[in-house]
């Protein structure tokens, strides 16, 4: 079967003909019709935040993790305190990579299978004068639980900390209006909800905090300050564009606008969800979070308690029905998730159902029911 599997992943997922089609041409790195491209989307991207009168739009080139390491790298200064509220593997990587860069990061655990409390963070900075900037992940892609970004961003805004969010595998889905929430700086890429292709990510930046951050990255190609001054002057990109990816992003873009921009997108995948954990939970699956704190982004499912199930012949199982699933993140407990977004559908979903019932009857597993 040569035909292209469905990714049911956090990314990269899978893409409209269009986005790829738009990916068969060269682009010269210094043209104008390539700065023009590139403009435009920085441009499209601040519509998406209403971002135009408070934040500038900076891309850099790699995956998702690149632009998180670049923008605590440009916004906390080596002398600042980061506090990472911890409630999963995404914010355990967000606390590493800041320590890696030699600022002092406090990690400030919750449960997994919680959102962060803002009012333990709003304690934390009233008990703890010393932390400058807090990173919180908006949705934690290592369980699907979406965190309270509003609230946090209020609380940061009360103390006058700054606030870095990695919006990655909610950008685009998830409602975030800079008019209304005061970040410094958030995190998203090319490859998540956009539906674009991996291989950028951009950083939305307040201006008012912009100048400062002249001089605070430790890393040549990590500095967003530099990235930015150098985009404003020439159009270009600092170093080599990913083109095919932005020109790709920029098609991606064009089609989320098309199709009714972020509440259109956020139906689309909420609808997705419900298809999923519906057919999942008639089949016996249970998802490990409570549906009140699940986003629409990617489901956590435990693996069914029966002596035959193996996650990699189940894997590879589903994939031989043409659908990618993938794996748990979670350290206690085995699990495995399966991704609500990308450019799919209610048939798309109902047909990943059907190839794990199919699966199953496979594997000789009567259903997916977990241990507990
Ligand atoms: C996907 C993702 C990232 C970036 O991962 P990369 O593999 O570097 O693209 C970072 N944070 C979250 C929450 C994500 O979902």
């Known amino acids: 079967m040569d035909r292209d599997r469905i990714l049911l992943t956090p990314g990269p997922l899978t893409t409209t003909l269009r986005t790829k089609l738009a990916m068969l041409k060269d682009w010269g790195s210094w043209d104008a019709d390539f700065n023009a491209v590139t403009a435009a989307l920085r441009s499209r991207l601040l519509d998406i935040v209403h971002g135009h009168d408070s934040h500038v739009l900076v891309p850099l080139q790699g995956s998702g993790t690149f632009s998180v390491e670049a923008a605590v790298a440009t916004l906390v200064p080596k ?82 900390k700054g606030l870095i969010v990695d919006a990655m595998s909610s950008f685009g889905a998830l409602p975030i209006d800079a008019r209304h929430i005061r970040f410094d700086a958030l995190v998203a890429a090319s490859g998540k909800c956009l539906e674009g292709v991996p291989g950028m990510g951009f950083v939305f930046i307040r201006k008012a905090v912009l100048e400062a951050c002249a001089g605070n990255s ?57 298809t999923l954990v519906d057919g999942m939970g008639a089949l016996g699956f249970k998802p490990f979070l409570k549906p009140e704190i699940q ?25 031989q029905r043409g659908f990618i699933l993938y794996p748990g993140k ?15 559908g209610h048939n798309e979903m109902q047909q990943a159902v059907a190839a794990v019932a199919d699966t199953l009857r496979e594997m000789g597993i009567p259903d997916g029911t977990p241990a507990l």
């Open 218 to 274: 430790q890393s040549l190609a990590m500095d967003l300050h530099d990235q930015h001054v150098y985009m404003e002057k020439t159009g270009q990109w600092r170093f080599t564009p990913p083109t095919h990816v932005v020109v790709a992003l920029a098609e991606a873009v064009a089609q989320f606008v098309e199709e009714g921009g972020q509440p259109a997108r956020l139906a689309r995948y909420a609808g997705n969800y419900r």
């Open 79 to 160: 002398a600042g305190h980061v506090l990472v509220p911890d409630n999963g593997a995404y914010c355990k990587r967000a606390a590493k990579l800041t320590q890696m860069m030699g600022r002092k990061a406090t990690v400030m655990p919750f449960a997994e299978d919680a959102p962060v409390a803002a009012a333990a963070v709003d304690e934390r900075l009233k008990a703890d004068p010393s932390i400058t900037h807090v990173v919180l992940v908006h949705c934690e892609t290592g369980t699907g639980v979406e965190n309270p970004l509003a609230e946090i961003a209020q609380v940061c805004a009360r103390h006058g």
């Open 295 to 319: 986003a629409p982004i990617i489901v956590t499912f435990h693996a069914p308690a029966h002596p035959s199930y193996d996650f990699k012949r189940f894997y590879a199982a589903a994939k």
């Open 330 to 344: 979670l350290t206690q407990l085995e699990t495995f998730r399966v991704g609500c977004i990308g450019a799919i």
